[in-house]
């Protein structure tokens, strides 16, 4: 499922959080967005699912503006993955995942095997099944988020947002999920904090200001000048062949 955000800003009062941005997004592609704090990913993010409308220009999926999406519609295209999954309510770890059936479900229809399936696939796919009967307040942060990450898995849509996914987990969770990330078969926009995480993408976009200063592959786009450009710090990248580059930043 293909994306394109044409000439988006959006503004907060009299605060531009997103100035004319343009990307583009091909089917199957695995694109990473960077950037420092306050550029705009999340709220780029949440302008591409819907949660906010542009102030100009328009976001599209499939051919198709997302404000114009049935909501329900919507929930079968695209899952959100956010940086931290909260819930005031008491529910095991398995239901939470289950959640993620709800665009699926028809009026009256009853819980069958076919949506239990994707929910077990989910399961596995994130390491969780031993964990599928404890109360959600009860896990980790990281655990947590690993079933948010498996709640959209189950919801078995072709594209798939994620906002910092690897934010709460320790760092053999990162590569798990990085790993999983690699795997998956859909459509896939990731904002990432970690400028090594971003190099295992077909594609990075660059945000500074809440404008794209820079897209392209992760091996010739992630460069010394620029993060010294854009996150204002030293650094050394390191090649070695075949492997992904490695940024080392400098204090």
């Known amino acids: 499922m293909n994306l394109k955000v044409e000439n988006v ?3 907060l009062g009299k605060k531009v959080l997103l100035d004319n941005v343009s990307l583009s997004l091909q089917e199957r592609e ?17 302008l591409i699912c819907g949660l906010n409308k542009p102030t100009q220009g328009e976001v599209l999926l499939a051919g198709r503006c997302v404000h114009r ?18 819930t005031e309510d008491i529910v095991r770890a398995e239901e939470a995942v289950s959640l993620g059936r709800t665009p699926w479900i028809k009026p009256f229809e009853a819980w069958s095997e076919y949506h239990q399936g994707f929910v077990e696939k989910a399961l596995l796919q994130v390491d969780m099944q031993d964990k599928r009967h404890q ?6 942060g990281g655990e947590q988020q690993r079933l948010h990450i498996a709640r959209a898995l189950a919801q078995n849509t072709p594209f798939i ?5 690897t934010n709460h987990l320790d760092i053999k969770q990162q590569l798990g999920v990085l790993s999983l990330i690699h795997h ?18 077909d594609r990075v976009i660059v945000l500074k200001d809440g404008g794209v200063v820079a897209q392209g592959a992760p091996e010739t ?3 010394e000048a620029l993060i010294k450009e854009v996150f204002e710090v030293e650094s050394r990248v390191i090649k070695s062949m075949g492997f992904a580059s490695n940024v080392q930043l400098i204090a």
């Open 9 to 11: 800003s959006y503004r």
């Open 30 to 46: 695995r694109v990473a967005i960077i950037g420092p704090n306050g550029s705009g990913k999340s709220t780029l993010l949440r």
């Open 69 to 86: 999406y049935p909501r329900r519609r919507l929930a079968q295209s695209l899952a959100f993955v956010q940086q931290k999954a909260n």
């Open 135 to 140: 109360y959600w307040h009860t896990l980790s």
């Open 161 to 165: 947002v994620m906002d910092e996914p």
């Open 184 to 201: 998956i078969e859909r459509t896939m926009l990731v904002a990432v904090h970690d400028l090594n995480h971003a190099m295992r993408f």
């Open 221 to 223: 786009l992630i460069t």
